[in-house]
């Protein structure tokens, strides 16, 4: 029992180390994703294009070569990572690229009324995104950016390929050493699930909370 | 003899091919209470909406007050307006819409004071004190703290009036502002706009198919087709005797439709 438990300590580090990840990358995405949400909506061509870029450029290439050039590429060019460091950075910028789309899709929903009332009202551009659009497209990104951190979770599994020891990773050497797949492999099963249902659970929270003025109905 | 504080010179508006406003010029004082009818498609609503500058224009000038709407001068030259010039000019300027606009996730005093608190500097206290008269004036002081979702038809346009008197602009546009409500409802917002057009001395321009309220509240009714100002004059003579047959064929239309003149 006392080999089982230094194995279990193990895998808990791993969890820690996914958490990390889960907690780091999803902050990065946010940013991301409202800098290339918002830039896509932008008057400004230049703007308009980098975000286009940026966006269908890490959706449409795999998290894993994403991943393997910023810690195997990027040093060609001077610029050296630790694992964790490129594993944010790509998780953040594969995941904001998603992200970015469901800011642009909630903007545009809120309807081209309000931005006229804000024009009667002789609000700036920036005060109409700021205390009248955002706050209205705000609960509307919600369930998407819970479903994007979920995703992003679940793609933190990746890091371990450069040698982060995250929890697959530490269930990966568990595994190796006692040769038993069950026990480290359904315990981060477990943890897995425990982590995506924390954050579904706390996006339903704030999705309640920040709609609660809208009670469904637009006016 | 005072200046028209507005004045529309042969302006023209396309949306691609159809070509909604052909060189229409007018002319409005201050003070001046005027209704815009017409059938649907006739323009009337367009040239709120370009007061307002929520559309742009194909062609022409507009002056508010004495200085241009769409353009500004640099140097000897008169240029397309910047979004800083268009800020200058919207403060002038007030409106509000069939569908009322309020803000959804704001209480109905938190609607009124944004824009004042935004743009004009105000602090918060004052700006609720305000308020707060101007919802006593159109009856919703007891629903200042109801969100928007809360309230029936009637009591959000009157919210969206206080709202947009709020700014306190010289002119006002009303855009349609019974058409969305149930009958029943229509009343209370007439009656507030009737106050404000006997208490205070706001410009305003009214897009109606009310045609017994247009017959009330306005000192001249424009009667719109495709585009032209057909006719125009008092609203007794509009409404009594019109001379157009274009008018007169619009009139009986509306009032077999069974609106009240």
């Known amino acids: 029992m006392s080999v089982w438990s230094g194995y279990l300590t193990l895998i808990l580090e791993g969890a820690l180390v996914t958490l990390q990840l889960t907690i780091m990358g999803s902050a990065l995405a946010l940013v991301m994703a409202f800098l290339a949400g918002l830039g896509r909506l932008s008057r400004i061509f230049a703007v308009r294009a980098l975000a286009t870029t940026y966006i269908e450029f890490f959706r449409g290439t795999s998290i894993f070569v994403q991943l393997f050039w910023v810690y195997f590429v990027l040093p060609l060019a001077g610029l050296t990572l630790t694992p964790l460091q490129a594993g944010v950075l790509a998780l953040g910028l594969n995941v904001g690229a998603y992200g970015a789309e469901v800011v642009r899709g909630a903007v545009k929903a809120i309807g081209r009324e309000q931005t006229e009332a804000c024009v009667a009202l002789n609000l700036s551009r920036y005060q109409r995104m700021r205390y009248v659009i955002l706050p209205q497209a705000l609960p509307l990104m919600l369930p998407t950016f819970g479903n994007n951190a979920i995703e992003l979770l679940k793609g933190t599994a990746v890091v371990s390929l450069i040698s982060l020891t995250d929890m697959t990773f530490q269930a990966q050497v568990v595994r190796a050493q006692t040769g038993n797949t069950l026990i480290p492999f359904t315990m981060i099963l477990i943890l897995y699930f425990a982590m995506s249902w924390t954050i579904s659970t706390a996006m339903r929270w704030l999705e309640r909370r920040m709609s609660r003025n809208l009670d469904g109905v637009r006016s | ?261």
């Open chain 2, 1 to 261: 003899m005072p200046q028209p504080i507005i004045r529309i010179d042969n302006i023209v508006k396309r949306y691609g091919p159809l070509t909604v406003l052909d060189g229409l010029s007018m002319d409005v004082m201050p003070g001046e209470k005027l209704a815009l009818i017409g059938p649907s498609g006739s323009g009337k609503t367009t040239i709120l909406r370009i007061l307002m500058t929520l559309e742009t224009i194909s062609g022409g000038h507009i002056q508010i007050d004495g200085d241009q709407l769409y353009h500004m001068k640099k140097g000897a030259d008169l240029v397309a307006a910047d979004e800083a010039h268009l800020r200058r000019m919207r403060s002038k300027i007030g409106m509000v819409f069939q569908h009322f606009n309020l803000f959804p996730h704001k209480c109905v005093l938190d609607n009124v004071t944004l824009a004042p608190m935004l743009t004009q500097g105000v602090k918060r206290g004052d700006a609720e004190k305000r308020a707060m008269e101007l919802l006593d004036m159109v009856g919703m002081a007891d629903k200042a703290r109801s969100v928007p979702a809360q309230l029936s038809g009637g009591q959000k346009q009157r919210a969206a009036i206080a709202r947009a008197l709020a700014l306190s602009p010289k002119i006002m546009l009303f855009d349609e502002v019974t058409s969305a409500l149930d009958p029943e409802l229509v009343e209370e917002v007439l009656n507030v706009m009737k106050h404000l057009a006997a208490e205070t001395d706001m410009t305003m321009l009214l897009v109606t198919h009310e045609m017994g309220f247009a017959h009330d509240f306005a000192d001249r009714v424009l009667f719109f087709d495709r585009g032209k100002i057909v006719e125009q004059g008092k609203p007794e003579e509009i409404f009594r005797n019109p001379k157009q047959e274009r008018t007169q064929t619009f009139l009986r239309k509306i009032i077999a439709a069974g609106h009240r003149v």
